[in-house]
């Protein structure tokens, strides 16, 4: 029996079963085409994920993304622009990475967030849930080199 990370299960060097994560990644392949994220003109960004979590200043865990998004002009006060950026790499990037999880398929989508400060290379990190049509965003975080 070969490994097979699809199925969870594959045989150890000394020939025991042994068990995968219930995560499977997939990223390009050489002879792949681009892949949009799906829905990408639709997708959901809930307003208090922006506002009380990526540009707060207090939130425990935001107010480090806040103060990365800061350097290039977005904080709460340009919410709004905020938002139509990361629209517009939903609509526009490419998936970089998918990921079969317990939840559903999450896709990975790199782009340039541009502010009124200048610009900063993000990921952008979203979900389809099983049995749903909708994208929602799950996270964006800095691309670092």
Do not use: C
């Amino acid at each position: 029996m070969g490994d097979n990370p699809a199925s969870g299960v594959g045989a150890s060097a000394n020939g025991r079963e042994v068990s995968y994560p219930r995560t499977h990644r997939e990223g390009p392949t050489q002879d792949s085409r681009p892949m949009k994220l799906p829905s990408g003109d639709r997708v959901r960004i809930d307003d208090r994920k922006i506002r009380e979590y990526l540009l707060s200043r207090t939130h425990a865990v935001g107010r480090f993304k806040a103060r990365f998004f800061a350097a290039v002009g977005l904080d709460e006060t340009t919410a709004t622009a905020f938002v139509a950026e990361i629209r517009r790499i939903a609509e526009s990037g490419e998936v970089e990475e998918t990921e079969e999880i317990e939840f559903g398929r999450k896709y990975t989508v790199p782009g340039e967030l541009r502010g009124p400060a200048g610009v900063a290379q993000v990921l952008t990190v979203w979900i389809q849930e099983t049995g749903q049509q909708d994208v929602r965003l799950v996270t964006v975080r800095p691309r670092w080199p």
